[in-house]
């Protein structure tokens, strides 16, 4: 898998899983507009060190202003952008009654509104070159919760949302947003990881998802979780509907039903919120009388 020709955008990437999905970009062959509130010199000489060409923008995603400026500049120094890697992001592990506001507030503007102002900001570009490949990291803690992850777990859940929208919107333009749910052993992750446990998570498993998700072949509106060897797809889903006619339709009824919620194994799976409305309609419309198309 070559990206020859290919130019992407890394934030997050002076440390951690954005350094290493920008050195193996590189290793690739992709030209690199890196981004990070931390010094850059170290991993774009590890880009160039490849042979590869990066180029350095030192700012906080989550200040509109600079971010804007700082897409202006790339789409002025390359010919294109193809893609975007949404490395960026904080931790703020804190018990819900404890959590100041403001770290509420960075988690969510870097991590949520950071991702989509660089999206709003290439995406008309992608658009209209008919192509682009956008990858959002989000994490475990977003998809299955965690004790005192509020603040980390809405951010990254929400990138769910956004990627499920985005993967929509792209569609006709050629343009693939996905998600990656991994973990690595990096500054971020040192401390919860045990001794023993760490050399697990080692970079080879997300690394090689976040390239095949950004590549020419990716799917769009996926979200992949990977770490220590295991890759694996999530996607949501519900359980058989327990359909109850208005007249029945109680709060007495549902509590006396609710084993029947988890006794069937087979998921159903909506591919969009019109699909899953359409499955709703079709099952009221029997009582309603309604014959649907």
């Not at 700082?70 to 390359?78: G, H």
């Amino acid at each position: 898998m070559r990206f020859n020709d290919r130019t992407m955008v890394v934030t997050g990437a002076a440390s951690g899983l954005g350094r290493a999905f920008a050195i193996a970009l590189a290793q690739r062959g992709a030209s690199l507009a890196l981004i990070d509130n931390q010094s850059l010199m170290e991993v774009k000489c590890a880009v160039e060190a490849v042979g590869a060409e990066a180029v350095c923008w030192q700012c906080d995603v989550a200040d509109e202003v600079s971010i804007s400026n700082v897409c202006q500049q790339i789409l002025a120094t390359f010919a294109q952008v193809d893609g975007l890697v949404l490395a960026a992001g904080v931790h703020h592990s804190q018990a819900l009654e404890h959590m100041p506001r403001q770290e509420w507030r960075r988690q969510i503007d870097v991590d949520f509104d950071g991702a989509f102002m660089l999206c709003r900001a290439f995406w008309p570009h992608m658009k209209a070159q008919g192509y682009g490949r956008i990858l959002l990291l989000t994490g475990a803690s977003g998809l299955f919760g965690d004790y005192f992850e509020s603040a980390y777990a809405t951010a990254k859940m929400g990138l769910i949302g956004l990627a499920n929208c985005l993967s929509q919107e792209g569609l006709n333009y050629n343009i693939h947003v996905n998600t990656l749910c991994a973990h690595a052993l990096t500054p971020m992750t040192s401390q919860h990881l045990a001794a023993d446990v760490a050399p697990m998570f080692s970079m080879e498993t997300p690394v090689a998802a976040a390239i095949y998700l950004m590549s020419d072949d990716a799917p769009s509106g996926q979200h992949l979780l990977a770490a220590a060897g295991s890759i694996s797809r999530a996607y949501i889903a519900q359980s058989k509907p327990l359909y109850l006619p208005a007249a029945r339709c109680t709060p007495e009824m549902l509590q006396k039903s609710w084993s029947r919620l988890n006794a069937h194994p087979h998921p159903s799976v909506s591919r969009s919120g019109e699909e899953q409305i359409v499955k709703w309609a079709a099952l009221a419309s029997k009582e309603h009388g309604v014959l649907l198309k």
